[in-house]
């Protein structure tokens, strides 16, 4: 359930997000949040984040709790579970696919969701930040890991400051 949250605890949130594995060995001087419209989303132990099949139009930033992400592959289930300061939903955002796993609370959690928007602000000022999300991708088969590249080349060319 998305929650409005109150400008006290919008700063909170903005400090808390600033230990996300996402922003790694960046220059947290250059990470203005107070520009960037979060929504900041609060589940329940069981409650789903996203399904199969929706739309895959933002990264998501976990400030407190875990989430179990389910992902169905050709040899099986890959169950993989994410925690306080780490990001996902960044490979299916960047391959602009649907959302092929389904994501859900394991502990109450408080969740950050980056839109489009917010991900282009963030990734226009800080170059670790695109080179953290290249670093996650390591548990992909080769063809989407290639996918993936191609769509991180595309934007290192939108946004010629970056390192590839």
């Not at 994501?103 to 226009?124: F, G, P, R, T, Y």
Request: proline content about 0%.
């Amino acid at each position: 359930m998305i929650t409005k949250q109150n400008a006290l605890d919008l700063i909170s949130i903005n400090d808390k997000i600033k230990d996300n594995e996402l922003f790694r060995d960046s220059n947290l001087s250059d990470l203005d949040f107070d520009d960037l419209k979060l929504n900041v989303i609060d589940l329940k132990t069981g409650e789903i984040l996203f399904r199969q099949g929706d739309s895959a139009s933002s990264i998501y930033l976990i400030v407190e709790g875990e989430i179990n992400v389910i992902q169905k592959q050709s040899f099986g289930k890959i169950n993989s579970s994410v925690s306080k300061n780490f990001f996902f939903g960044h490979v299916e955002y960047f391959l602009q696919t649907n959302r092929n796993s389904i994501a859900i609370a394991v502990k109450d959690a408080c969740i950050v969701e980056l839109s489009k928007e917010n991900i282009e602000i963030l990734l226009s000022r800080n170059n670790s930040i695109l080179n953290n999300i290249k670093n996650s991708i390591f548990n992909l088969d080769l063809t989407t890991i290639s996918i993936f590249e191609t769509a991180i080349q595309e934007l290192h060319h939108r946004h010629g400051s970056f390192v590839a």
